[in-house]
């Protein structure tokens, strides 16, 4: 686990999320569905302006309020709280009533009329004979408001159908202008500026899209759980806020930069000036961006000016970028480590050694030897050879920083990854990146040996309380979805990611035993962009290679 105290950013304590429930309440139109929203005032304490869906917070009668509704045999106590409290809010804000008469007919309009929106709702509805619909409202998806907000809120989005013949009616206190809107429509109209929305609106707009009608939405949610269950952290882009979920390459950075939410950390990616991750790790990109490397390969310093510098993955040839890394560490670089011997990692070491021995340093590229197998251009022998589970260790008066060597042959033969054991931090190199697969290129690469280094990886972060991954291209990747964060599951989810396409691979196989590669490849690689298919091969030739036994 990350030493608090090597963090960037003082902690805090983000407020407490209160209890909230918002619906959707959807209606099919000829060009698919729409969703009711409406404008929030612009004098309200969250969301001023905002277009919405109706909701509000829980309250205490909503609780108790469970034998004046309607319950599916699968909808919990809690469950049924929340869709009661989202049927008072739309009442509330709008005048939608989702209830039935004792006898099940739907809710008249004289009823409706008949009951106010400024006193106790569920008393009202008892006083009527009306039951609520909650069997007819489905959770949809799960936030809770950002960490960085003054006022937050722990809210399911729920989703119900329209009921027919009733026309929303805003209160024109808290709410506006109550529009019908199709998904796509909204999204458009935000991006054009004329339809202000927020982040959780949006991803959720986003999702909702893809669905043709109002039974489709409904049959998608009929198994009681959330799409996805999110707390959006941000960061700065441009100099401006911006919002991801857990799923999304920046999350983990921010969870690792900025745990209590603050936005001050910068996700633009530039060359010339290092970024801060810790007190003690830094990662300047070098300017090499491509279809191969992302934004560039990372470098990364770990130390400080007591202990002194370790550089992983110095990079290309570039001596722009080689100067950089000297100047970082102020000259005082004890060791530079390649995680492999490939032309976007390894050859920059050579110039960073020649640097530090005209200033009157000695200093060990370190790593491991490439194999027979290696690319002319990947060949690379080192001053010190790393063995698998050695240390490399860097001490200062107050700290120790230690490297522990991991060799996970796959990507590359010669490939290492490292672990720096007082923080629970993975430097994976090649083996595990951001937001997408790592190519396992034969004769040097291996899939077999990938997936076993996976294995591999995983125990040692288990033993180790790994929570995060920095690799050589992209974002520091953190647990998708749940906290405590874990690098176990980032590498679980990746294997199991790996084995479903060697699933895929397998079965293009049989459906065309006589065919090659150029065959197998649109079947097995039907969901990747054909512009990626040329470097496709190689990992699909890997693929056929481990499953006949090579």
Same mark, same amino acid.
């Given at each position: 686990? #990350?030493?608090?105290?090597?963090?960037?950013?003082?902690?805090?304590?983000?407020?407490?999320?209160?209890?909230?429930?918002?619906?959707?309440?959807?209606?099919?139109?000829?060009?698919?569905?729409? !969703?009711?929203?409406?404008?929030?005032?612009? %004098?309200?304490?969250?969301?001023?302006?905002?277009?919405?869906?109706?909701?509000? /917070?829980?309250?205490?009668?909503?609780?108790?309020?469970?034998?004046?509704?309607?319950?599916?045999?699968?909808?919990?106590?809690?469950?049924?709280?929340?869709?009661?409290?989202?049927?008072?809010?739309?009442?509330?804000?709008?005048?939608?009533?989702?209830?039935?008469?004792?006898?099940?007919?739907?809710?008249?309009?004289?009823?409706?009329?008949?009951?106010?929106?400024?006193?106790?709702?569920?008393?009202?509805?008892?006083?009527?004979?009306?039951?609520?619909?909650?069997?007819?409202?489905?959770?949809?998806?799960?936030? !809770?408001?950002?960490?960085?907000?003054?006022?937050? @809120?722990?809210? +399911?989005?729920?989703?119900?159908?329209?009921?027919?013949?009733?026309?929303?009616?805003?209160?024109? %206190?808290?709410?506006?202008?109550?529009? *019908?809107?199709?998904?796509? =429509?909204?999204?458009?109209?935000?991006? =054009?500026?004329?339809? @202000?929305?927020?982040?959780?609106?949006?991803?959720?707009?986003?999702?909702?899209?893809?669905?043709?009608?109002?039974?489709?939405?409904?049959?998608?949610?009929?198994?009681?759980?959330?799409? @996805?269950?999110?707390?959006?952290?941000?960061?700065?882009?441009?100099?401006?806020?911006?919002?991801?979920?857990?799923?999304?390459?920046?999350? /983990?950075?921010?969870?690792?930069?900025?745990?209590?939410?603050?936005?001050?950390?910068?996700?633009? *990616?530039?060359?010339?000036?290092?970024?801060?991750?810790?007190?003690?790790?830094?990662?300047?990109?070098?300017?090499?961006?491509?279809?191969?490397?992302?934004?560039?390969?990372?470098?990364?310093?770990?130390?400080?000016?007591?202990?002194?510098?370790?550089?992983?993955? +110095?990079?290309?040839?570039?001596?722009?970028?080689?100067?950089?890394?000297?100047?970082?560490?102020?000259?005082?670089?004890?060791?530079?480590?390649?995680?492999?011997?490939?032309?976007?990692?390894?050859?920059?070491?050579?110039?960073?050694?020649?640097?530090?021995?005209?200033?009157?340093?000695?200093?060990?590229?370190?790593?491991?030897?490439?194999?027979?197998?290696?690319?002319?251009?990947?060949?690379?022998?080192?001053?010190?050879?790393? $063995?698998?589970?050695?240390? #490399?260790?860097?001490?200062?008066?107050?700290?120790?920083?230690?490297?522990?060597?991991?060799?996970?042959?796959?990507?590359?033969?010669?490939?290492?990854?490292?672990?720096?054991?007082?923080?629970?931090?993975?430097?994976?190199?090649?083996?595990?990146?951001?937001?997408?697969?790592? !190519? !396992?290129?034969?004769?040097?690469?291996?899939?077999?040996?990938?997936?076993?280094?996976?294995?591999?990886?995983?125990?040692?972060?288990?033993?180790?309380?790994?929570?995060?991954?920095?690799?050589?291209?992209?974002?520091?990747?953190?647990?998708? *979805?749940?906290?405590?964060? =874990?690098?176990?599951?980032?590498?679980?989810?990746?294997?199991? $990611?790996?084995?479903?396409?060697?699933?895929?691979?397998?079965?293009?196989?049989?459906?065309?035993?006589?065919? =090659?590669?150029?065959? *197998?490849?649109?079947?097995?690689?039907?969901?990747? +962009?054909?512009?990626?298919?040329?470097?496709?091969?190689?990992?699909?030739?890997?693929?056929?290679?481990?499953?006949?036994?090579?």
């Amino acid at each position: 686990m #990350v030493r608090t105290h090597l963090q960037l950013h003082p902690p805090r304590t983000p407020a407490q999320p209160l209890p909230a429930a918002t619906v959707l309440l959807l209606r099919d139109a000829p060009n698919g569905i729409e !969703v009711l929203m409406t404008r929030r005032s612009l %004098k309200a304490s969250f969301a001023p302006g905002a277009y919405v869906f109706p909701g509000g /917070g829980i309250d205490a009668a909503d609780a108790t309020s469970h034998p004046l509704a309607h319950r599916r045999a699968t909808q919990d106590d809690l469950r049924l709280t929340q869709a009661i409290a989202a049927i008072r809010e739309s009442f509330e804000e709008l005048g939608v009533l989702l209830a039935r008469h004792s006898d099940g007919t739907p809710v008249t309009a004289k009823t409706q009329a008949a009951i106010s929106r400024q006193t106790a709702f569920a008393e009202q509805c008892a006083a009527h004979g009306l039951k609520l619909c909650a069997d007819e409202v489905y959770v949809l998806a799960h936030w !809770v408001t950002d960490r960085d907000l003054p006022k937050r @809120f722990d809210v +399911p989005f729920l989703v119900a159908r329209m009921p027919d013949g009733q026309i929303p009616v805003a209160d024109e %206190k808290e709410q506006f202008e109550p529009v *019908w809107v199709s998904p796509s =429509s909204a999204l458009q109209r935000h991006a =054009s500026g004329d339809f @202000f929305i927020i982040f959780p609106t949006i991803r959720t707009l986003e999702k909702l899209q893809s669905y043709a009608s109002v039974d489709s939405v409904l049959a998608a949610c009929a198994n009681e759980q959330p799409w @996805f269950h999110s707390c959006p952290r941000a960061g700065l882009l441009e100099g401006k806020d911006a919002r991801f979920m857990e799923h999304e390459p920046p999350f /983990g950075e921010l969870a690792l930069t900025c745990p209590d939410g603050q936005i001050v950390h910068a996700l633009d *990616w530039q060359s010339h000036t290092p970024v801060r991750l810790l007190t003690h790790v830094q990662r300047l990109t070098a300017p090499n961006p491509s279809m191969m490397t992302g934004p560039g390969t990372n470098s990364y310093l770990i130390g400080d000016t007591q202990s002194g510098y370790v550089v992983v993955d +110095p990079g290309p040839p570039d001596a722009e970028h080689v100067q950089r890394l000297w100047r970082a560490c102020g000259g005082d670089i004890r060791a530079i480590i390649c995680t492999h011997s490939h032309p976007d990692h390894s050859p920059a070491a050579w110039l960073l050694k020649n640097l530090c021995a005209d200033a009157g340093c000695t200093v060990q590229v370190m790593g491991l030897p490439s194999s027979a197998h290696a690319r002319a251009h990947s060949e690379f022998v080192p001053d010190t050879v790393l $063995h698998d589970g050695e240390t #490399v260790v860097l001490h200062s008066d107050a700290e120790t920083h230690t490297l522990r060597v991991i060799h996970t042959r796959g990507h590359a033969a010669n490939h290492l990854c490292l672990l720096l054991q007082e923080d629970g931090l993975l430097f994976s190199g090649d083996h595990v990146l951001n937001g997408s697969t790592t !190519v !396992v290129d034969p004769p040097d690469g291996h899939m077999g040996d990938y997936l076993a280094s996976l294995d591999k990886l995983i125990v040692a972060c288990q033993q180790w309380h790994v929570q995060f991954i920095l690799p050589a291209h992209g974002y520091v990747l953190g647990n998708l *979805w749940a906290e405590p964060y =874990s690098a176990v599951d980032c590498i679980a989810r990746l294997k199991a $990611h790996r084995l479903k396409r060697e699933d895929k691979v397998r079965r293009a196989m049989q459906s065309l035993p006589n065919g =090659s590669l150029q065959d *197998w490849l649109p079947l097995a690689y039907d969901d990747v +962009p054909e512009a990626l298919w040329p470097v496709a091969i190689r990992s699909l030739q890997a693929h056929v290679a481990h499953l006949s036994g090579q």
